[in-house]
DNA sequence: TGTACATCAGTGAACGCGCGTTCACTGATGTAC
DNA sequence: TGTACATCAGTGAACGCGCGTTCACTGATGTAC
């Protein structure tokens, strides 16, 4: 299989698009074994190449898995805004579907899930490695903020401790339960149930709860 | 440096505690590159011993690995279950220590946190390595049972559910935030601060506000 | 439109290296009598 | 207490293998005129 540009049907000496060929590469064995599981010989051999063909694209395999965990962190940060639409329809609504997104998106990716979160990938050395992170954890950031500002001022939460302790509680339940993988452990239920639970108990607890928010839908 | 049942003092032909030595190899070069970054006779080479001679004591890599992952689960089943004390002096000042008991153990062992929740062991091949992850965690469990008994019989979530909420937090926490490595993201405040924050607005989301805790405790 | 040339993105052979694993061996330790 | 022997837990040499990386190369593509 390739993945040229042109649709499958770029062939001959030169590949066409080996640098998005070689991300795949990356994620279908990531998928596979782990992101420790894979060389840049393999990645090379999967995209059907010579061994010394990844260097045209990547310095080495460390750029590589950071440029798999990059992407992730893009396709991440759109999904969740896609999915938190600004808080519309109402903000309790766009709270919810955002976790559900936060959820399936570790579930369904779960090779870009291991890059961005567990393959000890450091953050700091990388420009746009960290920026597409914070573009995404931003996204929840805002949600915080609109879900804080439906409080009485004196009564407001920081926002971004808000942010901070729903962003923990959902990777939490997505790296113990919600992989696609085998490394997951048994859940007598579903994670999103699991989620969704700890959020609506969570936003009692800081005094929002569902008649708040209705009342405030108003 | 070695590490015999004699002390330091094992020395000769016989290696004298070789199986402890190699695990503490793996935990050493664990903490150093994660847990893909070793190998047998990175292992081996550490303890002083040919590359022949952790095979005396283990399978392959994966099954050195393995014993790591359990060992870690027996310490940190063994430290929860120190620090909740049976609920002493009260549920709520045991809770509270239980889980900055998690996050110490997550800061203090890199090593052996990363072989029993990243490395991708697998939980269901190993009886006594499963076994250990179930130990450790029937003990938040039971302290969950205690927590949700403070609460008026028609008014008590289930003591799964809340176990699962405050396990997959504060595992949620330490992930992000609070390793002892450099993966760990940077946090305006302090792990055991934000989790102390997080679990006390849950507890008041479950109707367990400081007050009943403090009606109950007399 | 054709041609000459520069640049790009691959090849494939080669290298040194360290890993996993096996093997016959051997020094040290434990035990029966 | 001494001796003979079995067992244990190491050695060290050897092997085949695949990896990372470099190198001169070459086919394909783009561009100036």
Redesign the interface.
């Known amino acids: 299989m390739r993945w040229g540009k042109r649709g499958h049907a770029a062939r001959g000496y030169h590949h066409g698009n080996l640098k998005e060929a070689l991300v795949h590469a990356a994620l279908e064995l990531i998928a596979e074994k782990?992101?420790?599981g894979f060389t840049f010989a393999d990645a090379a051999r999967w995209a059907g190449v010579s061994p010394a063909a990844p260097y045209r694209h990547f310095r080495d395999r460390d750029a590589l898995l950071a440029d798999v965990a990059r992407r992730g962190f893009e396709e991440f940060a759109t999904a969740l805004a896609k999915s938190w639409d600004e808080g519309k329809p109402d903000v309790m609504t766009a709270f919810d579907r955002l976790g559900k997104t936060y959820l399936a998106f570790a579930k369904r990716e779960p090779a870009y899930y291991s890059a961005m979160?567990?393959a000890?990938?450091?953050?700091d050395t990388d420009r746009e490695l960290r920026e597409a992170s914070e573009t995404a954890f931003a996204v929840l950031r805002a949600a915080a903020e609109k879900l804080v500002a439906l409080m009485p001022p004196q009564a407001r939460?920081p926002a971004?401790?808000v942010a901070?302790?729903v962003?923990?509680?959902?990777?939490?339940?997505a790296?113990?339960?919600g992989r696609g993988?085998?490394?997951r452990?048994t859940?007598?239920?579903q994670p999103e149930e699991?989620l969704e639970?700890?959020v609506?108990?969570?936003?009692?607890?800081?005094g929002l709860g569902l008649d708040t928010a209705a009342a405030k839908r108003r």
């Open positions: 782990g992101p420790a979160f567990e000890g990938v450091p953050l939460p971004l401790m901070l302790h962003w923990s509680m959902t990777h939490g339940i790296s113990l339960f993988d085998a490394a452990r859940l007598p239920m699991l639970a700890a609506l108990i969570y936003l009692r607890g800081l």
